[in-house]
């Protein structure tokens, strides 16, 4: 009867030091976008939300050209889910990325448009992210486009 006691207690110790707190439900999202302006160096800062980054892979990515950052800006919006959608003027793709101890990695590229971005714009739309440019308007998820109208 000890024996079975004991083992209880050890199998019992063991799944409750295996489960982690678990904080839910949770929603990353901001409510609405960051316009940020690239700095010098390809960087940028956005201290309401606590992030920083560099962007010239993303702009070597979108233009095959490693300074194509100098004078530009990004827009930047996270979804519930926790996701960074990221675009800019004359992009033709929506970038989304997943953060990752201390890094972004980039989880999807959205086609957008063959001829880029004019004025591109992010709302939060739950469970969507609203890209607006002009009178086009889509609904991205983190994987893909999921409707819009011209």
Same mark, same amino acid.
């Given at each position: 009867m000890k024996q079975l !006691? *004991? /083992? %209880?207690?050890?199998?019992?110790? /063991?799944? @409750?030091?295996? %489960?982690?707190?678990?904080?839910? #439900?949770?929603?990353? %999202?901001? #409510?609405?976008?960051? +316009?940020?302006? *690239?700095?010098?160096?390809?960087n940028i800062a956005e201290d309401r939300y606590s992030i920083e980054f560099n962007t010239t892979g993303l702009f070597y990515e979108e233009f095959q050209d490693s300074l194509a950052y100098?004078?530009?800006?990004? =827009? !930047?919006? =996270?979804?519930? !889910? $926790?996701?960074? /959608? +990221?675009? $800019?003027?004359k992009f033709k793709n929506v970038y989304v990325f997943k953060a990752c101890e201390g890094t972004l990695v980039l989880e999807k590229k959205i086609f957008i448009s063959e001829f880029g971005l004019n004025?591109?714009? /992010?709302?939060? =739309? @739950? #469970?969507? &992210?609203?890209?607006?440019?002009?009178?086009?308007?889509?609904?991205? @998820? %983190?994987?893909? &486009?999921? $409707?819009g109208s011209k």
């Open positions: !006691l *004991v /083992f %209880s207690l050890i199998i019992m110790s /063991f799944f @409750t030091a295996c %489960s982690a707190l678990t904080l839910q #439900p949770a929603n990353f %999202s901001w #409510p609405i976008e960051s +316009v940020l302006a *690239v700095d010098n160096e390809g100098k004078g530009k800006e990004i =827009r !930047l919006i =996270r979804n519930n !889910l $926790g996701n960074y /959608f +990221v675009t $800019g003027k004025e591109p714009a /992010f709302n939060q =739309r @739950t #469970p969507y &992210i609203e890209l607006l440019d002009g009178d086009y308007k889509i609904n991205l @998820t %983190s994987e893909s &486009i999921e $409707g």
